[in-house]
Structure formats: structure tokens, C-alpha cells
């Protein structure tokens, strides 16, 4: 019933910041884990943040105490601000919703992914 709209990606230089903004249309939006996702050109897709309804986080090594993750659930909208940015940061970024319907089965939803790249 979610579907993702994903913006914010672009250029930016080593050091800086980009804020990625993930914004779901439906009614079951607060009810979703929400996550970011990227994947780079050779890699496999890993996670680097997720964030329950009830505003837990979880972050990947690699961006802890570099990116933020957010959500409101009002506005149905969840967001990474991502600092600090380093040349191996840049990759597709997905925006992801998940709910665990069973023990064995969850529902995936994905957004259409957004470009970040860090120069050298």
C-alpha cells in the first residue's frame, strides 16, 4: 500500500553533506520500518540506517556518527542526513520499507534509488 519517492542525491564534495529525503504515499506508513540502503557500481546492496515506528536506530560501521537517520510520521516522510561524506559514500541510495507480516514473512518495499557522489 506504500509506495517511496526518494530526492536529495546528487555531488558534493569530500567532507560535506547531503540530506536525503524518502517521502511514502499510503496509510499504513507508521507502521513500517524504515531504511536506507545503497549500493555501488561491483557491490551488493547493504543497509546503512533503519529506523522503527517508535524512532529506533540502527546504523551500519561504516556511516556511525557520520549520518542520521529520521522519520516523521506525520508528514510520512523519512530522511538521512548524511556529514562528512567520503569518496566511498558515493552509491545508488534506496530508500526501504519493511514489516514483518509473520515470523517467516516480511513485505518489502523499495524506493527508485537516488545517485550520491562524493569526488575525489
Do not use: H
Not at 556511516?63 to 562528512?84: E, H, P
Request: with cysteine; hydrophobic share 35%.
Amino acid at each position: 500500500q506504500v509506495q517511496l519517492v526518494e530526492s536529495g542525491g546528487g555531488l558534493v564534495q569530500p567532507g560535506g553533506s547531503l540530506r536525503l529525503s524518502c517521502a511514502a504515499s499510503g496509510s499504513i506508513f507508521s507502521i513500517y520500518v524504515m531504511g536506507w540502503y545503497r549500493q555501488a557500481p561491483g557491490n551488493q546492496r547493504e543497509l546503512v540506517a533503519s529506523i522503527t515506528p517508535g524512532g529506533s536506530t540502527n546504523y551500519a560501521d561504516f556511516v556511525k556518527g557520520r549520518f542520521t537517520i529520521s522519520r516523521d510520521n506525520a508528514k510520512n516522510m523519512v530522511y538521512l542526513q548524511m556529514n562528512s561524506l567520503k569518496p566511498e559514500d558515493t552509491a545508488v541510495y534506496y530508500c526501504n520499507a519493511n514489516r514483518r507480516l509473520t515470523t517467516a514473512v516480511a513485505y518489502n518495499l523499495w524506493g527508485q534509488g537516488t545517485q550520491v557522489t562524493v569526488s575525489s
